[in-house]
């Protein structure tokens, strides 16, 4: 009977270790999910939402709703609320939540802001009430 308990035991846990780690991205150790958490809901007034995901969101790793100012630079939400990198002159970000731009792999951060690509880095965008900001790790073309 202990064999049997035992035997239970050791492939429930086993079962257990192996879902968890379905969810996960081996390299960052970051939970990815592969559905699109970003709604077309509006948001909250003296807020942004920020969605970070990868490949033109066939995953996404973490959604936001963070309280600003409008006129507050969006590197120093980013600084704020995420694990960033970024270059040099501190005007792109190369790398969030430990997930990084890649010359080996051709990758890079890019981002959106309601829809559209603004015309400044990220340490000269200015946040508005409402904005809904989308950085997505793309394959280069």
């Not at 995901?53 to 309280?67: A, I, K, N, T």
């Not at 704020?80 to 270059?87: D, P």
Request: glycine content about 4%; aromatic content about 8%; charged content about 30%.
């Amino acid at each position: 009977m202990k064999k049997l308990l035992l035997f239970l035991f050791i492939i429930i846990l086993s079962i257990l270790v192996a879902c968890t780690e379905d969810n996960k991205d081996t390299e960052s150790n970051i939970r990815v999910t592969t559905t699109d958490t970003s709604s077309g809901d509006e948001v909250e007034s003296g807020h942004a939402r920020i969605t970070i995901s990868l490949y033109d969101g066939e995953q996404y790793l973490s959604e936001l709703e963070v309280p600003i100012e409008d006129g507050t630079l969006l590197l120093d939400v980013m600084e704020e609320n995420f694990y960033i990198e970024t270059n040099d002159n501190e005007t792109e970000i190369t790398s969030i939540e430990r997930m990084a731009e890649s010359e080996e792999e051709k990758t890079n951060w890019t981002y959106t802001v309601n829809g559209e690509t603004p015309s400044v880095t990220v340490d000269e965008y200015e946040l508005s009430s409402g904005d809904k900001i989308i950085f997505d790790l793309k394959e280069l073309k």
